[in-house]
T-cell receptor, first 117, second 114 residues
């Protein structure tokens, strides 16, 4: 079990370029959450996805940011036309699909550190 | 809506002395509560979790936390700090009614002096 895999670990982009961050959840997990950590701050929720569905995107900036979790392949967080303020660590977490009210485990990836120059 | 307040942004302790990291939460529903640790430039590691079972929760590396509903607190303790405990610690709340998305506290940075 390889855990939650995020790549790349570090990403440098010039202002105006696009950034694509990938997250492969743990085997058997079909829920993916993306969080952003700005320097010296805690993590902030961005978006919650299940396979082929966006469940909650209340934390996503209205422009330039998008996320998907296709039927096959990793979840992608896409940032278009990056600006310096997008520099942050982006973490992905996954949890198993369960319909009960029991505990939902969260496993985090090691994050992608985006630097916009 | 739920929220988490970590009462200390920085805590400094001497090696071998107790550690106390304070956390208060607010939630309209029965919460699940977690403590995560983040070492510099690393990901998040789960220390322990409370999910409506025993109120005193034991985690990894000698940490434990007590859920006190009357005080809406979930403080993290360790009897004897080790140099490797120097890191940032996050108290986190999750509520099923909110889609189980996690709400993080602002973090407490722990410094351990030799």
């Amino acid at each position: 079990n390889a855990g939650v895999m995020q790549n790349p670990r570090h990403l440098v982009r010039r202002r105006g370029q696009e950034a694509r961050l990938r997250c492969s959840p743990m085997k058997g997990h079909s829920h993916v959450y993306w969080y952003r950590q700005l320097p010296e701050e805690g993590l902030k929720f961005m978006v919650y996805l299940q396979k082929e569905n966006i469940i909650d995107e209340s934390g996503m900036p209205k422009e330039r940011f998008s996320a998907e979790f296709p039927k096959e392949g990793p979840s992608i967080l896409r940032i278009q036309q990056v600006v310096r303020g997008d520099s942050a660590a982006y973490f992905c977490a996954s949890s198993p699909n369960t319909g009960t009210g029991e505990y939902y485990g969260y496993t985090f990836g090691s994050g992608t550190r985006l630097t916009v120059v | 809506a739920q929220s988490v307040t970590q009462l200390d942004s920085h805590v400094s302790v001497s090696e071998g002395t107790p550690v106390l990291l304070r956390c208060n939460y607010s939630s309209s529903y029965s919460p699940s509560l977690f403590w995560y640790v983040q070492h510099p430039n690393k990901g998040l590691q789960l220390l322990l979790k409370y999910t409506s079972a025993a109120t005193l929760v034991k985690g990894i590396n000698g940490f434990e936390a007590e859920f006190k509903k009357s005080e809406t607190s979930f403080h993290l303790t360790k009897p004897s700090a080790h140099m490797s405990d120097a890191a940032e610690y996050f108290c986190v709340v999750s509520v099923k009614a909110a889609g189980n998305k996690l709400t993080f506290g602002g973090g407490t940075r722990v410094l351990v002096k030799p």
